[in-house]
């Protein structure tokens, strides 16, 4: 921690001079159940992780935004009168987007020099980006002097990414790092936008496995599942008038209408709804300690989204047997949006070296590939950085 900050406060001085007097964190997270629910107005059982994302900032005179990052190459200032795409450092997009987005809100805001760093690994599905964006967001609410309520931000953050990125994301990753609670996951209603905790107990870790792979993707697999779980919920429509979302189907509902579902579209419906069900049993099972019903249901989890959601990859079927084979495992699954990257599992606590020993040796002899396993603890949602003396303003 104290590492980190002076490294981020000596880059800081060297890029811009002068100390940093506000820093922000926002973290990324990890879902436990609820693949691809969040955009069908389902249930998530989520937690923000340990991995955060960092911006030290000093308000300008200007209006001028001059934002770096130690993750990424590029960056510099922009306008905030005048606020375009930088298609050279893709990644400034998101800050940009965020300050367009709050100020197309209404909100005033205020230039800053700010420097990023993240140890959310970026691109693996545990939401660097939506880290990234509250981590901005947080920054110009306290540059602004104003306050806004964490639900609200969540949404303001996916509009940036939905409509200044271009990524149509549902609201899971922006929600769980602003309303993030150490300790517990969090059983979201994506609807409602209400969540209630679970805690985690003390005698079960949270274990991500990276696979450090991806699917060649072409970029059109998320807004093609997204679209497809569309159409179907506007076909069971026809037949059940009030359903806007797959959310409002149950599996019998489902099960009736099949075959009137193109077959790919019946498919991806059937795994939202069945994995719909599965948060509120997962919920359940981990408020009983019920290690038998996490297994299965974390199994029945992966298996509908390589099977009916196609979005499984030889990596993940590796890491899957490594996670399963391991000792002290209580269940193991994808994570994010699938396609590669992080997946994760719910080990039993005073076994978690062991079990991530395994796992790197048996994945690595697989694959080729030397994962990373990260065992933690659920983490508090985005803020100030705690420990920084009165937030370093000198
Ligand atoms: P994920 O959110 O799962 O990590 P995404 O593809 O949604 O993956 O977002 C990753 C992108 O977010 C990166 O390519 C980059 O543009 C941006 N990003 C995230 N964190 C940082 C960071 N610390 N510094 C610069 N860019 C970042
Ligand atoms: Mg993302």
Redesign the pocket.
Known sequence: MRRRLDRVGDEFELRFGGKPEVWMRAP?RVDLMGSHTDYNMGHVLTLAIEQD?WIAARPRRDRTVAVY????EGGGPFDLDAIAHDWTA??T??VRGVADTLQRAGYRLCGFDGL???T?????????????EVACALIFVELGGWSIDPVRLAQLCQRA?NEFVG?N?GIL?QYSSTMGQKGCALLLDCRDLRSEPVPLGEDTRVVICDTRSRRELTGSEYPERRAQCEQGASLLAQFYPGVTALRDVTIDEYLAHEADLPLAVARRCRFIIEENERVLGLAEALSTADRGAICDLTAESYVGARDLFEIGSSEMAAMMDAMRSAPGVIGARQA??GFG?CMVALVDAPQVSGFARHVEKTYARVTGIKPKVYAMHAAAGAGPLPTVPANRAS
């Open positions: 990324g994302t990052s130690l993750n990424a893709p990644w997009n998101y990023v760093h993240s959310v690994p970026i691109g693996s599905g545990l939401s660097s980006s939506a880290a990234l990414e990524m994301c990753d994010g949006a990257g």
